[in-house]
């Protein structure tokens, strides 16, 4: 079995999920669409790390508290946390899940660029999105995790990466 299996069935079941919400996630040119980005992203961002915070397998790195200080910078509320379904989930869910978060570090690299034209630092409103790029080789750590995952567990991880997903798009479709 080729050992990138998993990953291209993850690209295939959420391809429509995930093209959906790069469509509405990140158009900002100015700083009022943005201030919005950042409160959405805090959301789904607050609801998997809290989901995933006792999952050992891949510890997802903390984004939540730095959207609360890029929230303040530009004197932006904090929505309430919306916390995603789900209470027992299974290690396939979980690596499903942590799938979508890792993923979404590569999406960030063009949100930062988007971000720095609007005068947005890694000091000042886009701490998330810095942080969420500083390690390339994070995202090709995590791809040889999934090349470990057994067949059996093949159904959780996209299960729960397209559960991420939905979740990700109930909060940034919201007008």
Not at 85 to 107: D, P, T
Request: one cysteine or more; proline letters at 4%; charged letters at 20%.
């Amino acid at each position: 079995m080729p050992t990138n299996e998993l990953r291209s069935a993850l690209r295939a079941h959420t391809a429509d999920s995930h093209d959906r919400l790069d469509r509405t996630v990140g158009r900002f040119d100015a700083i009022a669409p943005y201030r919005t980005y950042l409160q959405r992203t805090h959301v789904f961002r607050s609801g998997m790390e809290a989901k995933l915070s006792t999952f050992s397998t891949w510890p997802s790195t903390d984004l939540a508290s730095l959207l609360v200080q890029d929230l303040a910078d530009l004197n932006s509320p904090v929505l309430p946390s919306v916390t995603i379904a789900g209470s027992n989930l299974c290690e396939g869910r979980r690596l499903g899940m942590a799938y979508v978060l890792e993923g979404s570090g590569l999406g960030a690299r063009i949100l930062l660029r988007r971000a720095a034209k609007l005068g947005l630092t890694a000091n000042y409103g886009a701490r998330h999105l810095a942080k969420q790029t500083n390690d390339p080789a994070r995202w090709r750590s995590f791809l040889t995790l999934l090349d470990t995952v057994p067949e059996n567990q093949f159904d959780g991880v996209l299960a729960g990466a397209e559960l991420s997903f939905q979740f990700a798009l109930s909060i940034y479709a919201e007008s």
